[in-house]
């Protein structure tokens, strides 16, 4: 995969979807401190995190 096949697929996410994504890792931050600065389980950031995983899955599959 090249990088500019990963940037793409980073720029089709909505702006919330590229937040969460940045905190996690590129900021590292837990999915414990982004739940309770959202006010939301971190059950439910663990859910985003893999929909959003699985949306950037099936946008580079395609690009194979």
């Not at 995969?1 to 990963?6: A, D, F, N, P, S």
């Not at 089709?12 to 590129?26: C, G, H, Q």
């Not at 663990?46 to 099936?58: A, F, M, P, V």
């Amino acid at each position: 995969m090249r990088i500019e096949e990963l940037h793409r697929a980073l720029n089709t996410l909505s702006k919330e979807e590229r937040e969460l994504m940045e905190a996690i890792f590129y900021r590292e931050e837990s999915l414990r401190s982004i739940s309770r600065r959202e006010k939301v389980t971190h059950q439910a950031i663990s859910g985003r995190r893999d929909r959003i995983l699985e949306k950037l899955r099936k946008i580079l599959e395609d690009k194979v």
